[in-house]
Every structure is written in C-alpha cells, then in structure tokens.
C-alpha cells in the first residue's frame, strides 16, 4: 500500500481516537497543541498517517486504536444508518462490546444495501478503505444473487446480456437521475437449486455484478429490463465473499487476507 492511502486528516484522527469532537479538534490544531514528527501542524486538513506519523497532543503521544474491521451477513429488514426510529440498524446487530470499543459513530458500513436487501456488509473505522471501496472511480465489482418476478426465456436472456454489456439506462429514481449504468455482467443460475422464503422455486435467478453503487442500482437495472427483483443479496465485495457459514443478522471480523482482498488499488486519474 502507498503511504497517501493511509493519510487521514489530522482532525478525523484526533476524533477518531477521542481527544474530543470535531470542533473541539480543530481548535487544539489551530491553537499549535498538536504537532506531526515533532512539528506542530495548525491546519486541521494535514493529512498525517496515525500509524507511522508521531501524532502529539500537548506533548502527549497519541494512542491509536487500531481499525476495526468486520463482516455481517445482514439480516433482511436492517437499515444501514445509525439512527432509525422504525428499524433495527445494522450497528445495533453488533455486541455491546464492538459498540462501546468505537464510540462517536467511528463504524462506518462499506457502501449500503437497501433494508430489504441481505448478505455481505462491511463495517469499519477505516475510512480510507471505505472511499477506496465505494468511490465509483476504483470500478470495484459487487455481486448480487437475484431473484426475479418473471421467467426469462433464452432469447430474452441473450437481449439481457446484450443490454447490460453495452451498459443499461436506468430510470430516475428518489432524488437519483436517469443514468446510463457502467457495462455489467449477468451469470444464470440453475433455479432448482435455489428456494424462496417460503420454500418454493424463484422464477428466475441470476448472479448480477456491477462496478458501481447508484442507488437502488440492481433494481432499477431490472425495471429496465421490464422484469422485477423480489429477492436480492450481496455476495462479494472485490475479492471478499460472503461467508456464508454466518447466520442472518450475524458478523465476525475479517481477517488480514480478506481485508486485502476487500480492498482496491489506488487508481491514477
Ligand atoms: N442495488 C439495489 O437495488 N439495492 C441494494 O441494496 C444494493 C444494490
């Protein structure tokens, strides 16, 4: 890995490892409390790696926790944001333990899946790796299993290829524009092998990857198509797979190999 991937601002890393909020962070640096390398720095937008940069606070070296990093198999019906009324979140699927070691909202999930969506979730303190892994600029392949409402015959099949290779334009959805999607593969499954909520056989099911996360991307591509999705989840990030030996609405962490494989090269514009 480059140096600059592991550069964080100096304020995201005090907060990060509770010298206070934002605010107060700021106004430390800005004041010349903090040095990087035996330097005080007074711009809280440096960009300082807190694993081989020296980081002081009023002469007092920085404890830095390491990141965490796990996998959730997410659970239909979680929303991925940290606050719901409603809904469970997927934060609250954590031990009290994985909560209370990352306080101040430092998790973050890799990207997000609809709540109706289940499968692979990352969540992290890395807020490198997060940008590495959802910026559209890296391309990262995402993998979804879906489920469709309609049988799609084989000549239908090879149109939905077709359309989907030369890059699918999808309806404006939410606040989200008409959009022409980036090229993505389609891969048919064997329907038998697969069963629905309620134990019967989907009328259709495909592997669907895409290299980028517009939202509600993998539905509206299938809207497109003037099919449905009534079943989808994720089940590889890049090189991560889904374990799939984790149960519905449970996590574990990930190792180094998988973090590795998780993540993305830096891309030079
Ligand atoms: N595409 C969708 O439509 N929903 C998701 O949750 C993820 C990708």
Do not use: Q
Not at 137 to 151: A, C, G, I, N, S
Not at 214 to 234: D, Q, S
Request: net charge neutral.
């Amino acid at each position: 890995m480059s140096d600059l991937k592991n550069k964080e601002r100096l304020d995201k890393i005090l907060s990060n490892n509770g010298i206070g909020t934002r605010r107060d962070v700021k106004h430390l640096i800005r004041c010349g409390k903090v040095s990087v390398n035996g330097v005080a720095v007074f711009e809280p937008e440096f960009h300082a790696d807190s694993f081989s940069d020296e980081i002081c606070v009023e002469g007092k070296k920085l404890n830095v926790e390491p990141n965490a990093y796990f996998m959730m198999n997410k659970a239909g019906g979680a929303v991925c944001s940290t606050k719901s009324d409603r809904r469970r979140t997927v934060f609250e699927y954590l031990s009290p333990e994985d909560n209370r070691m990352y306080p101040g909202g430092r998790l973050s999930t890799v990207g997000r899946l609809d709540a109706d969506t289940e499968g692979l979730l990352v969540i992290t303190s890395d807020g490198s790796l997060i940008h590495r892994v959802t910026f559209p600029k890296y391309e990262v392949p995402k993998t979804y299993l879906v489920y469709l409402r309609d049988v799609v015959d084989d000549s239908k099949k090879i149109s939905y290829e077709k359309k989907l290779a030369s890059g699918i334009h999808i309806a404006a959805e939410g606040k989200d524009g008409e959009a022409d999607c980036r090229p993505a593969v389609i891969e048919w499954k064997d329907k038998k092998l697969y069963y629905t909520k309620s134990g019967g056989t989907p009328s259709e099911v495909c592997c669907l990857t895409v290299t980028e996360g517009k939202f509600h991307e993998v539905k509206r591509i299938f809207k497109a198509l003037e099919n449905e999705v009534v079943y989808l989840k994720r089940i590889r990030i890049n090189g991560l797979f889904l374990d799939e030996t984790l149960p519905e609405g449970s996590y574990r962490r990930l190792t180094e190999d998988e973090i590795r494989l998780l993540d993305a090269e830096e891309k030079n514009d």
